[in-house]
Nanobody
Framework: QVQLVESGGGLVQAGGSLRLSCAASGSIFSINLMGWYRQAPGKQRELVAVITSGGTPNYADSVKGRFTISRDNAKNTVYLQMSSLKPEDTAVYYC??????????WGQGTQVTVSS
């Protein structure tokens, strides 16, 4: 089992910045994929950004150039630096850990609200 604990959500004005953190614990293997998804009211959960254990990132087109994902493998922690936030970025953000066998684990979610 893997446990994920997220932090860093909140309320910010449009154009502002927030940093999300997610610490993983439990049965962590060296090869994995960690990342962030989000779900706005009435919408499906969507990928925001993921990063391999080797440090290769992948971003949704909607956040490219504004969000940066990074990780600290020694701490089993993934970060999402969000800048130039827009009202449409408002959602619950979920941390995700995928192991080498494709099994997914999810955090409890953290609310990000961007006011216009």
């Amino acid at each position: 089992q893997v446990q994920l604990v997220e932090s860093g959500g909140g309320l910010v004005q449009a154009g502002g910045s927030l940093r999300l953190s997610c610490a993983a614990s439990g049965s962590i293997f060296s090869i994995n994929l960690m990342g962030w998804y989000r779900q706005a009211p009435g919408k499906q959960r969507e990928l925001v950004a993921v990063i391999t254990s080797g440090g290769t990132p992948n971003y949704a087109d909607s956040v490219k150039g504004r969000f940066t994902i990074s990780r600290d493998n020694a701490k089993n922690t993934v970060y999402l630096q969000m800048s130039s936030l827009k009202p449409e970025d408002t959602a619950v953000y979920y941390c995700n850990y995928k192991n080498a066998w494709g099994k997914d684990y999810w955090g409890q979610g953290t609310q990000v609200t961007v006011s216009s």
